[in-house]
């Protein structure tokens, strides 16, 4: 859960990458920490294994300045998408305030991007959260790729996007579509922070 | 040694003594989801963040690797460095499981450690962590601003 | 070095001794004891706590000790009002004995440097 504090003054909101494996999530916050300046962010952590996919998680804190009198920060993480990793990805989700759903672009992937989707939906159900109502924003990656072997973003949206949530298209790997992507959760994240709505807790 | 930085402030006398007992270097008092309490020793946000992810993590692996090989969860952790060594444990304030973690040189020892930590594990049962007040938002031009740090970090929207 | 329970076992016979540890030098941890003599029914057992903060005060009158040129030191005893704590360093660990007001602590101290020194050899 965010944390606001009014005795520190700080806020606190945690965000996962979530997706298939090899879907880019890795490759996302490594263009964030590639591009923002120093002052803004912290080591990034990965924990990976030595066929360099993610074991446990990628981690990366950022700063995002003073909003409203209260240091912002954000905790950024991304869960191991292989299958056999299911109670890493439970772990990492507790306390989460958004979601990014990397999907994988590629026409073969599209059944791993709904099963990752539906282990997302059923792990926060576990975690108590409301699938439904939790701040997600989907992101379409290796838009580079050939046409012939990528699904449309039509496509794509018709299938993961039931919930109609913002959607966008990316290239992780030269750094499209990231930021647009961060930012759109972030506001997500802090606009809700911001309304009179009840907190999950 | 710096005073410790809290970000509840019932946390604050106990974490002190600890840390002045102990003669610990540093050291961060977070909830197992990784949200910290407390920290000491620390001088970067990001840095604590950071180390209160690794230690969530260690401590589920830990947990999970105890239930497996002792049939019940490690009870505390420690690994000695060539200088400095680091301490893991669990404690608990008002039935909320809390982890520590911290960091100690020549000038502790872990047996001066462990019995100070008993010491700070039996102050914090009697204490209760504040409660999250619902609904609480910061205010003012908020939408305002929290664009504009939006814009200086990320760009504007459509101008990656 | 004698099997340290031998250690312990010869240090608790020795009259006024309520307690003998072998305690590790750098990390205060308790490796052999014996078992705590005349404590009180449901009093709290000090040997843990004596043990850690024992080993870290010889450390730091090891230090005192090279600071003022003086060599390592040979023997350590803290009087209190209620007995004594007796140390010697023995390589990688710190024999340490919890004594009474009116032991024999010329005895004390003897077989501790004897035991030490068996350790050195």
């Not at chain 2, 040694?1 to 402030?9: F, G, K, L, Q, R």
């Not at chain 3, 308790?30 to 010889?58: C, F, N, Q, W």
Request: glycine residues 8%; proline residues 4%; hydrophobic residues 40%.
């Amino acid at each position: 859960m965010s944390v606001v504090n009014y005795g520190t003054r700080e806020i606190t909101c945690k965000i996962v990458y979530y997706g298939p494996g090899r879907s880019g999530k890795t490759t996302n916050l490594q263009h964030v920490y590639s591009q923002l300046p120093e002052e803004r962010k912290g080591k990034m952590v990965s924990l990976a294994t030595e066929t360099d996919r993610t074991l446990f998680f990628d981690f990366l804190p950022l700063d995002l300045g003073t909003i409203s009198g209260f240091a912002t920060r954000f905790q950024l993480y991304t869960v191991p998408g292989q299958v056999y990793y299911a109670a890493t990805r439970k772990l990492v989700l507790q306390g989460v305030d958004g979601v990014v759903f990397v999907a994988d672009s590629q026409s073969r992937q599209l059944e791993e991007n709904i099963e990752s989707l539906q282990d997302l939906h059923s792990n926060l159900a576990e975690e108590g959260f409301d699938p439904r109502t939790l701040p997600l924003v989907m992101q379409y990656n290796k838009r580079d790729l050939p046409a012939g072997e990528i699904s449309s973003v039509e496509e794509l949206d018709e299938t993961l996007n039931f919930r109609g949530v913002p959607h966008f298209s990316a290239s992780a790997i030269s750094g499209g579509g990231v930021f647009e992507t961060l930012r759109s959760i972030a506001s997500l994240v802090l606009s809700r922070l911001s309304a009179p709505a009840t907190k999950e807790s | 040694m710096s005073d410790p930085t809290v970000a509840e402030a019932w946390v604050a006398a106990p974490l002190r003594r600890l840390m002045e007992d102990a003669r610990l270097i540093s050291g961060v008092l977070l909830y197992p989801t990784g949200r910290a309490v407390g920290q000491f020793g620390f001088s970067n946000a990001a840095d604590v963040m950071s180390i209160c992810a690794l230690t969530s993590a260690i401590n589920a692996s830990a947990r999970e690797l105890g239930r497996q090989l002792d049939g019940k969860p490690f009870y505390e952790m420690h690994h000695a460095g060539a200088d400095r060594q680091v301490f893991m444990a669990r404690a608990a304030a008002g039935g909320q499981e809390l982890l520590f973690v911290g960091v100690f040189d020549r000038e502790s020892s872990l047996g001066v450690v462990e019995i100070y930590f008993a010491e700070f594990q039996k102050a914090l049962e009697t204490l209760r962590p504040e409660k999250q007040v619902a609904g609480a938002r910061p205010s003012g031009d908020f939408e305002g601003e929290l664009n504009r740090s939006l814009d200086a970090l990320f760009g504007p929207i459509g101008k990656p | 070095m004698k099997a340290l329970g031998q250690v312990v076992a010869t240090l608790s016979h020795i009259p006024g001794v309520i307690a003998a540890m072998v305690v590790g030098a750098s990390d205060g941890l308790i490796v052999e004891t014996s078992a705590l003599m005349g404590g009180a029914v449901g009093a709290a057992d000090p040997r843990k706590h004596t043990a850690a903060l024992a080993a870290y005060l010889y450390s730091k009158v090891t230090r005192a000790s090279d600071a003022a040129r003086l060599g390592t030191p040979a023997f350590m005893r803290l009087e209190a009002e209620k007995g004594h704590i007796c140390v010697v360093g023995a390589r990688d660990v710190v024999l340490v004995t919890i004594v009474t007001p009116d032991a024999n602590l010329g005895r004390v101290r003897l077989d501790m440097m004897n035991a030490a020194r068996a350790n050195h050899e």
